[in-house]
C-alpha cells in the first residue's frame, strides 16, 4: 500500500457568503464565488503549496462548489503534476436550498445552543450527516492507496466544518472533542504527516475555543 506522507486539507478563501449573509437569498450557496481578498488569500496558499510539493505528484480532490473550484485554480498547481478529481463528498454542509436571512440566524442560534454535530437545518444537514459522508469518501480514499503508484501527497480543497470532520473521524475524536474545536480560517491548511512509525499526525491543531465535555470516559 502506497500511502502518501502528506495528506494536505484546505479551506476554500474568503467567499461572498462570508462578508454578505444576503447573498444567500440571491444564490444558491454552491454558486458563491471568492472575494478579492479570498482569492488573494488563495494565491498566498497556493505559493506555500507549491513550495511544499515540489517536483512531487499531487492527488487532488475538491469540492464541487464554485468557490473551492476558484481557490484550487488560484494555487496555479502545474497540470503535469496533479490529477484533479471532484468530489460531491467534501461539499459544505448543506443548510437548505434558498435561505432567508433571518430564518438562517435564528436556526443558526439554535444550532449553537443544540450542538454543531447533531442539530439538523430544515430542508438541510447536520455535522453527524456531513460526517457519515467524509467517512464513506474516506473509505475509497484508503482503497486509492493500493495503487502502487499513488501520489506521495494528497490535497483536499473543501470547507471549514468538512475540514473538522475529516480529522474527527480520521483521529477518532469524540463529539465532544469536536464542539470544542473551531474552523480554521479561509485558505488555511492543515496538514496529516505519516512519521516513520507507520501512524499520521496533524502538522498543528485546530483552535479550541472551550474545554471538551463528555457525558462519559472514551478511548
Not at 430544515?122 to 459522508?133: F, H, I, L, N, P
Amino acid at each position: 500500500m502506497a500511502r502518501p506522507r502528506r495528506i494536505v486539507l484546505v479551506r476554500h478563501g474568503e467567499s461572498e457568503g462570508n462578508v454578505d449573509d444576503t447573498v444567500y437569498e440571491r444564490e444558491p450557496d454552491h454558486a458563491l464565488r471568492l472575494t478579492e481578498t479570498g482569492l488573494r488569500q488563495a494565491e498566498e496558499t497556493g505559493e506555500r503549496l507549491r513550495e511544499l510539493f515540489g517536483q512531487e505528484t499531487v492527488s487532488v480532490y475538491v469540492s464541487p462548489y464554485r468557490r473551492t473550484h476558484e481557490t484550487l485554480r488560484a494555487f496555479r498547481l502545474p497540470p503535469e503534476q496533479v490529477r484533479v478529481r471532484e468530489e460531491p463528498r467534501l461539499r459544505e454542509q448543506d443548510w437548505g436550498n434558498w435561505q432567508e436571512r433571518d430564518d438562517v440566524r435564528l436556526q443558526k442560534a439554535y444550532r449553537d445552543a443544540y450542538g454543531h454535530f447533531f442539530y439538523r437545518f430544515a430542508q438541510g444537514e447536520s455535522g453527524a450527516d456531513v460526517y457519515d459522508r467524509v467517512g464513506a469518501f474516506l473509505e475509497s480514499l484508503y482503497r486509492s492507496f493500493e495503487a502502487p503508484d499513488h501520489p506521495p501527497n494528497v490535497l483536499l480543497v473543501t470547507h471549514g466544518l468538512t475540514m473538522r470532520l475529516f480529522c474527527m473521524r480520521w483521529f477518532h475524536w469524540t463529539v465532544a472533542d469536536f464542539e470544542s474545536l473551531s474552523n480554521p480560517g479561509n485558505a488555511e491548511t492543515r496538514t496529516l504527516l505519516l512519521d516513520e512509525d507507520g501512524r499520521y499526525r496533524l502538522d498543528r491543531p485546530f483552535e479550541r475555543w472551550r474545554t471538551p465535555e463528555p457525558y462519559g470516559p472514551t478511548g
